[in-house]
Structure formats: structure tokens, C-alpha cells
């Protein structure tokens, strides 16, 4: 889904206001078609969402004081100390400290002029 989105942006086709109908509705004929599934316009939106908040997660924590952002393997890192101090208060960040993201790429490309602050 998201490399079939970011083609889209890649190609100049997305509107400010994000994917028209019409893209959505590409987007889940290739879902469907790759992966045998039955997904809707609708469904890809929401999904889109939801990658799109993931997106505002990891620009939040690449903001952090005491972190480091690693372009070249996509890490976000923090030393021990940091990353238990953080964890213990912000326990669903994990998922993205200390670990390559996964789909970072393409979401910089769909996301990256559409996040408000």
C-alpha cells in the first residue's frame, strides 16, 4: 500500500489535500490483486491514517533530546539509560527505539509535506 502511495507522490499526482478517489481506489486493486484480499477505498484511507500518526510518532521521538537518528539504517537511538527512562513512562514507543523502521522511506515520501505541528 505505501509504495503504491508513495508512487503516486513520486509521479505529482496527490493533491494538497491528500489522494483523490480515484488514487485510493487504484491503490486497493493492487492491494487486492498482490495479496488476494478484498480491501475497500475506504479501508486504504484508514490505513492510511494510521500510518500517517506512526509518521508523527517517529518525527516526535527523532526530536527527542538525547536521541540520534541514523539515516543510513533508519534507527532512532537512545543509550540504555535513556531509552528505560523513556520506556517507563511512554511504554508504546519501544516499537521504534533501538530498531529499524520499517516503511520509513516511504512514509518521508507520502507524509513529508502533510504533517501539521
Given at each position: 500500500m505505501l509504495s503504491h502511495l508513495a508512487g503516486i507522490?513520486?509521479?505529482g499526482s496527490r493533491t494538497l489535500s491528500g489522494f483523490k478517489k480515484?488514487?485510493?481506489?487504484?491503490?486497493?486493486?493492487?492491494?487486492?490483486?498482490?495479496?488476494?484480499?478484498?480491501?475497500?477505498r475506504d479501508q486504504i484511507k484508514n490505513h492510511l491514517k494510521t500510518w500517517q500518526r506512526r509518521y508523527q510518532k517517529i518525527?516526535?521521538?527523532?526530536n527527542l533530546s538525547a536521541a540520534d537518528f541514523d539515516?543510513?539504517?533508519?534507527?532512532?537511538t537512545l543509550d540504555p539509560e535513556h531509552?528505560?527512562?523513556?520506556?517507563k513512562d511512554h511504554k508504546n514507543d519501544a516499537?521504534?527505539?533501538?530498531?529499524?523502521?520499517?516503511?520509513f522511506d516511504e512514509m518521508a515520501i507520502i507524509f513529508c509535506n502533510n504533517i501539521a505541528t
Open positions: 507522490v513520486a509521479n480515484v488514487h485510493l481506489n487504484q491503490c486497493a486493486r493492487a492491494v487486492n490483486e498482490k495479496s488476494n484480499t478484498s480491501h475497500t518525527n516526535k521521538l527523532k539515516e543510513e539504517k533508519i534507527i532512532i531509552y528505560n527512562d523513556h520506556v516499537e521504534f527505539l533501538n530498531k529499524p523502521l520499517e516503511h
